[in-house]
């Protein structure tokens, strides 16, 4: 059945509520129902029946569950490293020793740079880069909207710019399947043509350097100078947790060696799912293999010195996975937004839509537009690949443009959502890692995202004008 319009109503209802009440909760759980009661052919009991029984559905997956288990996992890694005083100690070390990162303008640099470093997924750069940089961010009082901002800007647009991973092969497969030729040499020639990913993450070192913010994330660097508070929301409940926090620190190693445990664990689960191959490897499999022994070193590294015996591990173990229940419950509420949207049929319904309107000239401008809106509105960058795709390459072919330039207005324009939806995964992961409020990452992170969007805009009118 095809639901028109209708099947519009919901990612746009979540993302006018999350943007009007700043509650992801109440805006992802209203939309997930508007999706549902649609589906019940309007039958408010039945739409509500559907809806929790969508939120139970979403365990019946192993990806989503090792995900949310592996954001508990990650929780409780980073509240033990805390209180054995490693991130005090990893933070002196850094700071005060080395001299290397002293400011805001080398944190922020170091962010960046870490960033660039991990490319296999989007949800493991938002992961690591946050857990790694974020006690050398907290201790230079760098805002979590600023750190969010700039972990989230190093994810998935990475990923697509040095595609050696299943982003590479994802973006192979959907050029191959609409029957072009030499389909890895269209997606590398896609890549310098892909302005919103180049933008997202080569435009950073010169806001850093420059200190240029947009008026909302210049009130949160005020703040955070001013007051101390690195969250506007959060503030009370991160200060009254900074109380309690082991302030000694610890030798150095008590931070390293469960982050690099972890990471290696990683690479060596996704050697080995991958069978010899990281690209191919299962990323959320790795992660989860990779925080279970990262916490059992852990534990070992810490009852050797003293600092834990088993009961207080424990108790700081389910404490640390405690503080990120509310990020499991957004994450289930977004899978089942995600469920919702695929089963109205959102994606190719606007798809449909839109085609009507592009002509030869504007058609990689205008596919690079409809690919933004896509992925804004469902918050899902393959997603938004796998429906633009077979619109946009019939047309590319049909109008002899490039199928490269095509590819990379697709490419960029999913990219926008991933970077820019606040339903996105990796939207959520950002925050989660750095500590921000998921809603306060969106307000002081849009006006830049859509100032990329618009230059990369620019950009493919020129392009498809120049006949390129």
């Known amino acids: 059945m095809e639901y028109g319009f209708l099947s519009v109503l919901p990612p746009l209802i979540a993302i006018l509520l999350a943007l009007y009440t700043k509650d992801v909760f109440i805006a992802l759980f209203t939309g997930c129902f508007s999706g549902y009661f649609i589906l019940s052919d309007l039958k408010?009991?039945?739409?509500?029946?559907?809806?929790?029984?969508?939120?139970?559905?979403?365990?019946a997956?192993?990806?989503?569950?090792?995900?949310?288990?592996?954001?508990?996992?990650?929780?409780?890694?980073?509240?033990?490293?805390?209180?054995?005083?490693?991130?005090?100690g990893f933070v002196?070390?850094?700071?005060?020793?080395?001299?290397?990162?002293?400011?805001k303008r080398t944190a922020n640099m170091f962010t960046w740079f870490t960033g660039l470093l991990v490319f296999t997924s989007g949800t493991l750069s938002t992961l690591l880069t946050g857990a790694i940089t974020r006690?050398?961010?907290d201790a230079l009082k760098v805002p979590h909207e600023k750190s969010s901002f700039i972990v989230h800007s190093t994810s998935t647009p990475v990923c697509v710019l040095i595609p050696l991973s299943g982003w590479g092969a994802f973006m192979i497969g959907l050029i191959?399947?609409?029957?072009?030729?030499?389909?890895t040499q269209v997606m590398i020639q896609s890549i310098p043509l892909n302005l919103y990913a180049i933008l997202a993450v080569f435009f950073l070192?010169?806001?850093?350097?420059?200190?240029?913010?947009?008026?909302?994330?210049?009130?949160?660097?005020?703040?955070?100078?001013?007051?101390?508070?690195?969250?506007?929301?959060?503030?009370r409940q991160n200060l009254m947790e900074s109380e309690n926090r082991n302030m000694t620190p610890s030798p150095v190693k008590n931070l390293i060696i469960p982050i690099v445990t972890m990471v290696c664990v990683i690479l060596a689960g996704l050697f080995i799912t991958g069978k010899g191959s990281l690209i191919e490897g299962d990323g959320m499999r790795s992660i989860l293999w990779g925080c279970i022994v990262s916490l059992l070193t852990s534990y070992i590294l810490y009852r050797s010195q003293g600092i834990f015996h088993y009961k207080a591990f424990m108790k700081h173990l389910f404490y640390g996975a405690g503080s990120m229940l509310n990020v499991g419950s957004i994450l289930i509420f977004a899978f089942s937004m995600g469920s919702v949207v695929k089963m109205l049929g959102t994606g190719p319904y606007l798809a449909e839509v839109f085609a009507g309107f592009l002509t030869p000239a504007l058609l990689p401008a205008l596919i690079f537009l409809f690919s933004c809106i896509i992925s804004f509105s469902t918050g899902s960058s393959m997603g938004t690949m796998a429906v633009?795709?077979?619109?946009?390459?019939?047309?590319?072919?049909?109008?002899?443009?490039?199928?490269?330039l095509i590819s990379a207005s697709v490419?960029?324009?999913?990219?926008?959502?991933?970077?820019?939806s606040p339903i996105s995964d990796t939207t959520i992961m950002s925050c989660t890692t750095t500590g921000c409020d998921v809603m306060d990452h969106i307000r002081t992170q849009l006006p830049y995202v859509v100032s990329y969007a618009a230059l990369a805009l620019l950009g493919y009118l020129i392009l498809g004008f120049s006949g390129i």
């Open 388 to 404: 633009m795709m077979p619109v946009a390459m019939p047309m590319a072919l049909t109008m002899d443009m490039s199928v490269a």
């Open 92 to 103: 002196e070390s850094m700071v005060r020793h080395r001299g290397i990162i002293t400011t």
């Open 176 to 183: 191959q399947a609409q029957g072009i030729p030499d389909a």
């Open 411 to 420: 490419f960029g324009g999913s990219i926008f959502g991933d970077h820019a």
């Open 61 to 88: 997956d192993a990806d989503n569950t090792i995900v949310i288990i592996s954001v508990l996992l990650i929780g409780a890694l980073i509240h033990l490293i805390e209180q054995s005083g490693g991130i005090n």
């Open 205 to 235: 070192p010169i806001l850093i350097y420059t200190g240029f913010d947009f008026k909302v994330m210049k009130k949160a660097e005020n703040r955070a100078d001013t007051t101390g508070m690195l969250d506007a929301d959060l503030d």
């Open 135 to 137: 006690p050398v961010n």
């Open 44 to 59: 408010i009991i039945s739409g509500l029946d559907a809806t929790f029984m969508s939120f139970i559905q979403v365990f």
